[in-house]
């Protein structure tokens, strides 16, 4: 008798022929690329606008736009120039980024990885809280507390430092003469940086896995060597990005500047020596006047226009970083 097993075949897979999407996907994905597309023609619209509105401003100006360091649009001739507030705009976020940048990532490191649960869950709900502070409150406490306070300190600066050009003054200033400077816009926006800066940085270094982490420490790693080699490397993307929006508070903020500069229409390297401003910050100062001149309000439109496109060119840059490490993303 024959005992031979049965074999068995399998089974041949069937050719799929058409995959059905169901409704709520088809609609998830036009809200998603309506979004999306709404959002570029909202993008076009400003830059349509603001360069629309600022015609008048490029024909009626009798200075170079470029060079020149005086804003009288209301003159006869219109003379008026970006030199010295694109020079402050970026002087004071330059600053903000030195200080506020690495004082966030620290404070999102501590949070994230050394901090117990219970001191992480309130320190990062303080860092939050921050983050809702209206920039006037900043600029109040700059201009009545941070400027009167700091007096001293801008003076020893000058006296042992003054060999540095940047902490030099033009002429001698006795203690009351100082104050309002970049300097002191420039820390008030590493003031207002720090907690975007801080809470998109913690969040991202929670993402670290924590097998990467453990595997470093394995080996034999410290705290910090682990931090080194697992954590900051998988949060640089992230750390980038949250520089990015903070820079682009800085460049964009305006009471709190208005409010700790005094309005100085010329490129001055003495961060210390008061005077200074910002794009933002004269479109705050000069918008009343504005009105009285025929090329006043384009003219403020027009300073608008080169802070839009300053703020493209920035987080363009940072796409372009960004985009060279995918390997972490």
Do not use: C
Request: glycine letters at 10%; a positive charge.
């Amino acid at each position: 008798m024959d005992t031979a097993k049965d074999v068995t075949h399998p089974r041949e897979p069937v050719p799929i022929t058409g995959r059905s999407v169901r409704l709520g996907d088809q609609v998830f994905k036009g809200l998603a690329a309506g979004s999306g597309g709404l959002l570029l023609v909202i993008m076009a619209a400003i830059a349509f606008f603001l360069i629309w509105k600022a015609i008048p401003a490029f024909s009626g100006n009798s200075g170079n736009l470029l060079t020149t360091q005086v804003w009288s649009p209301g003159a006869n001739p219109p003379l008026f120039g970006m030199a010295a507030l694109l020079f402050g705009t970026i002087v004071s976020s330059v600053i903000a980024m030195i200080i506020g940048v690495p004082v966030a990532i620290g404070i999102a490191l501590f949070i994230s990885q050394y901090a117990r649960r219970r001191l992480a869950t309130v320190l990062g709900g303080v860092v939050d809280l921050l983050a809702a502070v209206p920039s006037l409150i900043f600029g109040m406490w700059g201009l009545y507390f941070l400027v009167p306070e700091t007096t001293g300190f801008q003076k020893w600066l000058t006296d042992y430092f003054g060999w540095i050009p940047l902490f030099a003054t033009s002429t001698p200033l006795t203690v009351n003469q100082y104050g309002k400077s970049l300097l002191i816009a420039g820390v008030v926006l590493a003031i207002m940086i720090i907690p975007i800066v801080s809470a998109v940085s913690r969040e991202v270094f929670l993402q670290t896995p924590r097998e990467t982490i453990d595997a470093a420490l394995a080996l034999g790693a410290t705290k910090w060597e682990s931090i080194q080699t697992a954590v900051l490397p998988f949060g640089r993307p992230g750390m980038i990005s949250a520089a990015m929006l903070g820079l682009g508070r800085a460049l964009g903020e305006t009471i709190a500047v208005a409010l700790v500069l005094n309005s100085g229409f010329k490129i001055n390297w003495h961060l210390t020596e008061p005077g200074g401003d910002t794009i933002s910050a004269n479109i705050a100062n000069k918008f009343g006047e504005a009105a009285g001149s025929e090329l006043g309000i384009p003219a403020l439109i027009l300073s608008g226009l080169f802070l839009f496109v300053i703020t493209l060119v920035v987080n363009s840059a940072a796409r372009l970083v960004i985009a060279r490490r995918k390997d972490f993303v």
